[in-house]
Nanobody, 124 residues
Framework: QVQLVESGGALVQAGGSLRLSCVVA????????IGWFRQAPGKEREFVAG????????AYADSVKGRFTISRDNAKNTVYLQMNSLKPEDTAVYHC?????????????????WGQGTQVTVSS
């Protein structure tokens, strides 16, 4: 069983930056693929970014490429999402999720453990 806790969400002006953190508890953290997803009111959950257990493989949604960076510190059991040049359309609840060893997938159904989420609000 893997438990995930997100933090770092806040209200920020357009053009600003935030760094989200996802602390993962569980013996298999270093073997897990971790993904970030977001869900805005009235919209479906969408993939944002994902990272393999080694950190060597990453994937991003087209909407965040060049602005967001995912990274992980296995010594701290933490995955980060650095978000720069934020836009109002980035406003959403951001969740991190874990799946077993393997490839990064953008499909939410591929992740078995989810955090409660952290709210990011970008004002124009």
């Amino acid at each position: 069983q893997v438990q995930l806790v997100e933090s770092g969400g806040a209200l920020v002006q357009a053009g600003g930056s935030l760094r989200l953190s996802c602390v993962v508890a569980g013996r298999t953290f270093t073997r897990n693929v971790i993904g970030w997803f977001r869900q805005a009111p009235g919209k479906e959950r969408e993939f944002v970014a994902g990272i393999s257990w080694s950190g060597s493989n990453t994937a991003y949604a087209d909407s965040v490429k060049g602005r967001f960076t995912i990274s992980r510190d296995n010594a701290k059991n933490t995955v980060y999402l650095q978000m720069n040049s934020l836009k109002p359309e980035d406003t959403a609840v951001y969740h991190c999720a874990a799946r077993g060893p393997g490839y990064v997938t953008s499909q939410a159904s591929g992740y078995g453990s989810w955090g409660q989420g952290t709210q990011v609000t970008v004002s124009s």
